[in-house]
């Protein structure tokens, strides 16, 4: 790296400096990089700021990962059966005769009540407490919401029970026709 001169002019006369360039900015990552590896062994020898270890802020972070995607599939399925239900109330305002819009609106009907049995287990997430910081809070509702799902694994719920109705409806109107 060479020198570099910087020249400055003002009314009482001309100012010039110098400065090697190199060493001024080796000088600031050599500071920067020390400063990183400080960290880094800190994390490493005392574990996150919140007293969790490395291994531990890993599986929190998968643990809220995961039930996020969970909820978001849920959340994008109900929110476009939602726009399509509005759409198709919107096409069934077109049908002036109530005999031909009342079984369009039925099976609307219909829709929201398997929608609803279906993606929306009841679950009774707490309130947050005064005093709680949100991270806790956070994580107190994740774990009860974990614990909902993991529990209705293996029981057929009531979204489940409506969808066998629904297959065996139209294989029994399948049969007949």
């Given at each position: 790296?060479?020198?570099?001169e910087?020249?400055?002019?003002?009314?009482?006369?001309?100012?010039?400096?110098?400065?090697?360039?190199?060493?001024?900015?080796?000088?600031?990552?050599?500071?920067?990089?020390?400063?990183v590896?400080?960290?880094?062994?800190?994390?490493?020898?005392?574990?996150?700021?919140?007293?969790?270890?490395?291994d531990?802020?890993?599986?929190?972070?998968?643990?809220?990962r995961?039930?996020?995607?969970?909820?978001?599939?849920?959340?994008?399925?109900?929110?476009?059966?939602?726009?399509?239900?509005?759409?198709?109330?919107?096409?069934?305002?077109?049908?002036?005769?109530?005999?031909?819009?009342?079984?369009?609106?039925?099976?609307?009907?219909?829709?929201?009540?398997?929608?609803?049995?279906?993606?929306?287990?009841?679950?009774?997430?707490?309130?947050?407490?005064?005093?709680?910081?949100?991270?806790?809070?956070?994580?107190?509702?994740?774990?009860?919401?974990?614990?909902?799902?993991?529990?209705?694994e293996?029981?057929?719920?009531?979204?489940?029970?409506?969808?066998?109705?629904?297959?065996r409806?139209?294989?029994?109107?399948?049969?007949?026709?």
């Amino acid at each position: 790296m060479g020198r570099r001169e910087i020249k400055r002019s003002n009314t009482s006369g001309s100012t010039s400096r110098s400065y090697d360039s190199g060493s001024a900015t080796t000088n600031f990552v050599g500071k920067f990089t020390q400063s990183v590896r400080r960290i880094v062994q800190d994390v490493k020898d005392e574990g996150a700021p919140s007293g969790m270890t490395r291994d531990e802020v890993i599986e929190t972070n998968e643990r809220l990962r995961s039930l996020r995607l969970r909820l978001e599939e849920s959340y994008d399925t109900v929110k476009k059966a939602l726009i399509n239900l509005m759409n198709k109330y919107g096409d069934s305002k077109s049908h002036r005769n109530i005999f031909q819009r009342y079984p369009m609106l039925k099976l609307m009907i219909k829709e929201v009540i398997r929608l609803e049995t279906q993606y929306w287990t009841l679950v009774d997430i707490p309130r947050q407490e005064k005093q709680e910081t949100v991270p806790s809070y956070v994580m107190r509702a994740c774990s009860i919401m974990e614990k909902t799902q993991k529990s209705g694994e293996g029981v057929k719920t009531s979204a489940k029970l409506a969808d066998e109705a629904a297959e065996r409806g139209s294989a029994w109107s399948a049969w007949n026709t």
